[in-house]
């Protein structure tokens, strides 16, 4: 359901930044890339949490 939510509200704000001739910041290959990074730096904090814990042990 988080994807729809999301595939929506990303739909909304294209349609809105077209409605308005409002050019995106950034052009879409570099916020995808962006948006990976994040996905991956956010899934690796937690991992890496846990294997300093279990090294310490």
Do not use: C, H, K
């Not at 809105?16 to 899934?43: C, H």
């Amino acid at each position: 359901m988080n994807y729809l939510i999301s595939l929506a509200i990303g739909l909304a704000v294209g349609a809105l930044y077209n409605l308005l001739d409002f050019r995106s910041p950034a052009p879409p290959t570099v916020a995808l890339v962006g948006l990976l990074g994040m996905s991956i730096g956010e899934q690796l904090l937690p991992v890496g949490r846990d294997f300093v814990l279990r090294w310490l042990q």
